[in-house]
């Protein structure tokens, strides 16, 4: 299947400081990705919807500023955490649907743990 | 009321055995549900995807889908120890968006 990497799969951080995760399809066009938070033994929470081109779409209680998207091109879409504190730290995950993608091809990233000090 | 609703668990069942996972929704317009399994700390895991009323097979998986009830189902066949993992109900909104259910963990019992 369709590969989506993310980078880098944990990162520790101090308070206020800025921290970038890079999410990448490998082997397919990715029109369209979707960022994620898990905190522990808790699900998925979509945080964004980023489309190639185009501003992304917020989840109703994601503060854009703090969480920066970008979906620069059609492989690559990054999420920066600005001036992360210890409540950010978390499960952020990745995902992304290819171009002429049917119903089920929504393909993950690894994951990328962040633990803000 | 949440979107879609798990049973948090743990679901313990022996190995070889059957085990059913449930999820409910509140969307009665939702269309195509999903179900993934996650083990700790990776991400999710495509098992099966499912938008028309009944059972859909796929190896020992099944899932079924009852709009009329709202309601979800995946049973696993012939379980094994590996299958232990937090299984998620998702169901898609538009632009692929999917909306998790919180998880039920499965323990397979050697």
């Known amino acids: 299947g369709a590969v989506v990497s993310q980078h880098p799969s944990w990162v520790i951080c101090k308070s206020g400081t800025s921290v970038k995760i890079e999410c990448r399809s490998l082997?397919?066009?990715?029109?369209?990705m979707f960022w994620y938070r898990q905190f522990p033994k808790q699900s998925l929470m979509l945080m964004a919807t980023?489309?190639?081109?185009?501003?992304?779409?917020?989840e109703q209680g994601v503060e854009k500023d703090k969480f920066l998207i970008n979906h620069a091109s059609l492989t690559l879409s990054t999420l920066t955490v600005t001036s992360a504190h210890p409540e950010d730290s978390s499960f952020y995950i990745c995902?992304?649907?290819?171009?002429?993608?049917?119903?089920?091809?929504?393909?993950f990233g690894e994951g990328s743990r962040l633990t803000v000090l | 009321q949440k979107e879609v609703e798990q049973n948090s668990g743990p679901l313990s069942v022996p190995e070889g055995a059957i085990a059913s996972l449930n999820c409910t929704y509140s969307?009665?317009?939702?269309?195509?549900f999903f179900w993934y399994r996650q083990y700790s700390g990776k991400s999710p895991e495509l098992i099966m995807f499912i938008y028309s009323n009944g059972d859909k097979e796929d190896g020992r998986f099944t899932a079924q889908l009852n709009k009329a009830s709202q309601y979800v189902s995946l049973l696993i066949r012939d379980s094994q120890p590996s299958d232990s993992a937090t299984y998620l109900c998702?169901?898609?909104?538009?632009?692929?968006?999917?909306?998790w259910g919180a998880g039920t963990k499965l323990i397979i019992k050697p």
């Open positions: 998702a169901r898609r909104r538009s632009n692929y968006q999917l909306i």
């Open positions: 082997d397919f066009q990715a029109t369209t």
């Open positions: 995902s992304a649907r290819e171009w002429l993608a049917g119903v089920g091809e929504l393909f």
């Open positions: 969307d009665r317009g939702s269309q195509s």
């Open positions: 980023s489309n190639e081109g185009s501003k992304a779409t917020y």
